[in-house]
């Protein structure tokens, strides 16, 4: 069966006890886009996409995968995903091969198909040369790519990856993200969490940004930053500016080509319609108001300035 | 019907190979109850042991009902722990994401115990015999000693598995697991007699479930049948009693934990 729409889910909530884990959460994914939950943990991605998988019953709202409700039709909708989770479920004292295996007899595939389809997917993977070894002797990119694998063996409509590449080195990286993209081309519909904003821009054709259990934007990548109109600019000061740099701060509000502009500590962050106008001019405003600048960066909206946008701090990445 | 066994294989042949690669832990699994029980303690107190209260001359054959029945006591309370490490790294969730009957993990996990206490049981009693106990009941009587083990062990598993379902760590359950097991032992009849028991200790072991079972065993391998068939009745009704309702806790953990 086909679908229109990959995903819905409406007014999703889920609590423990008192603790709000996610709420209002309303979205929809489309067939063969690479969909991605962008947010800092504890923002609540995780929490969704346990309930899109089924093994975390939502406390209110629906959310239906392949046009199957994940509550009343488990079942339906556990036969047409794939799920890489985020922790190296990996178990230490099976090969690669047994992994596949394994998971070939859960989802009830006749013996031969098994073989040819893990061949496949460890032929997709790289883990050919490997496949054979007890997966304690693996690297963390090997297990991942493993995890990808096991992910894919049901040959699924809809793959969904939770921190694919959390704590791999940039290599590694790179690589996994070559794989999404090849199940992309493939027809697939992904379904991803991210706190690396690069990742979320580079590899997610729309993506849904989550904070404090709740979406606070949505929408492609390019979209979301051409919404927040002009470029930022950020101008530090040094510590003992801390007069000038509040002169200048009142100062810009005079200025044409600027939108908007807040301070943050020694910094100001500014942004601007026309950066090639705006500069001098806030570079003039500077030297009137006597205030000594350190630093001036100057870059095209990024994602982060997004984040900081619509939820009013900064976004931490996680530390390597 | 058909899917639910290829899981459940496929599930307990996952198991089995675990163990089999950890050599070290399986070597202590299969060795530890003979080499320490039966045979240091048996040895140690072969004089000490009063053969009018143990009723044999070999107080060996008097301890090998008590060690078969630790064995099914430790095996069947440690029968959770790899679900427990299964959900503490995330693969109980992978396995959940997939299209399997919720029952097919958890009786790949029975499938397993079992397998293993059965073999270790054989074993226990096979060492006995080269010292020189030999079950009054034969053949028949040992097949007897393992369905009742096997029965005594579906209620510690369904415990074990409780506990790996609720706890928050594997600190916890292995301090509960501690905390269990060597009282369960010394407040039963496994290396004494009851009569020979002060009378609080008989008191207390009067409702240790094991003490039944022991009491069931050890005339199946030092009496015979006639003294050994009204024990293991009683037995087996408590058993019926004691399973149904570690099987009715260990649904309601696993239903809490898994939805």
Request: charged share 20%.
């Amino acid at each position: 069966m086909s679908s229109s729409i990959a995903i819905e889910v409406v007014d999703l909530e889920k609590t423990y006890g008192t603790v709000t884990a996610i709420q209002d959460l309303s979205f929809t994914v489309l067939p063969g886009e690479i969909f991605g939950l962008l947010g800092p943990n504890g923002a609540g991605k995780s929490t969704t996409l346990r309930i899109l998988i089924t093994i975390l019953p939502p406390t209110r709202g629906q959310a239906r995968v392949w046009g199957y409700d994940v509550v009343k039709e488990a079942d339906a909708v556990r036969q047409v995903i794939g799920y890489v989770p985020q922790e190296r479920a990996i178990d230490r004292f099976l090969t690669g091969r047994e992994h596949l295996l394994l998971l070939a007899d859960l989802y009830h595939l006749p013996k031969r198909e098994a073989l040819n389809r893990i061949n496949e997917l460890l032929k997709l993977v790289d883990l050919e040369a490997h496949a054979d070894r007890l997966a304690k002797t693996y690297s963390g990119g090997m297990k991942r790519k493993l995890d990808i694998a096991c992910g894919l063996l049901p040959n699924p409509r809809i793959v969904f990856l939770d921190e694919p590449t959390l704590g791999l080195d940039v290599q590694s990286r790179l690589r996994i993200w070559d794989y999404i993209r090849e199940l992309r081309r493939r027809g697939l519909t992904i379904v991803m969490t991210t706190n690396y904003l690069e990742e979320a821009d580079q590899l997610c054709d729309r993506l849904a940004i989550i904070d404090g259990g709740r979406i606070r934007v949505m929408g492609s990548p390019k979209e979301l930053k051409t919404a927040l109109g002009g470029d930022t600019l950020c101008l530090r000061a040094d510590p003992s500016q801390t007069e000038p740099l509040d002169r200048l701060h009142a100062a810009l509000k005079t200025l044409p080509f600027i939108r908007d502009s807040r301070r943050q500590g020694y910094e100001l962050l500014i942004r601007v319609d026309a950066p090639d106008k705006a500069l001098p001019a806030i570079l003039e405003a500077a030297h009137r108001v006597n205030c000594h600048i350190e630093s001036i960066d100057y870059h095209r909206p990024r994602l982060d300035d997004v984040f900081l946008a619509y939820t009013g701090h900064r976004f931490q990445e996680p530390t390597q | 019907m058909s899917h639910a066994v290829q899981e459940v294989l496929a599930l307990t042949q996952r198991w089995i190979r675990r163990l089999s690669r950890e050599k070290f832990s399986m070597l202590f699994t299969l060795v530890q109850p003979m080499l320490f029980w039966l045979i240091f303690f048996g040895n140690l107190f072969q004089r000490a042991a009063n053969t009018q209260l143990f009723q044999t001359e070999n107080y060996m054959s008097f301890l090998a009902a008590g060690v078969v029945v630790m064995t099914v006591l430790n095996n069947g309370l440690a029968g959770g722990v790899d679900l427990l490490f299964d959900k503490e790294n995330g693969f109980l969730e992978r396995l959940m994401s997939t299209p399997i009957h919720r029952a097919s993990i958890i009786v790949s996990r029975y499938l397993f115990v079992m397998l293993i206490t059965c073999l270790q049981i054989l074993v226990i009693l096979t060492v006995a015999f080269f010292f020189g106990v030999t079950p009054e009941t034969g053949l028949a009587g040992v097949a007897v000693i393992l369905v009742i083990g096997m029965l005594f062990g579906v209620g510690l598993t369904a415990i074990s598995m409780a506990m790996a379902f609720s706890v928050k760590s594997h600190g916890d359950f292995f301090s509960v697991l501690g905390f269990l097991s060597l009282p369960m032992i010394f407040l039963s009849s496994a290396l004494v007699p009851l009569t020979a028991m002060p009378a609080w200790m008989r008191a207390v072991a009067y409702f240790n479930p094991m003490t039944w079972v022991i009491e069931a065993i050890r005339p199946l391998i030092l009496s015979g049948w006639a003294a050994a068939i009204p024990q293991v009745l009683t037995a087996l009704a408590i058993l019926l009693v004691f399973d149904a309702i570690c099987l009715y806790g260990g649904a309601r953990a696993f239903r809490r934990a898994i939805g």
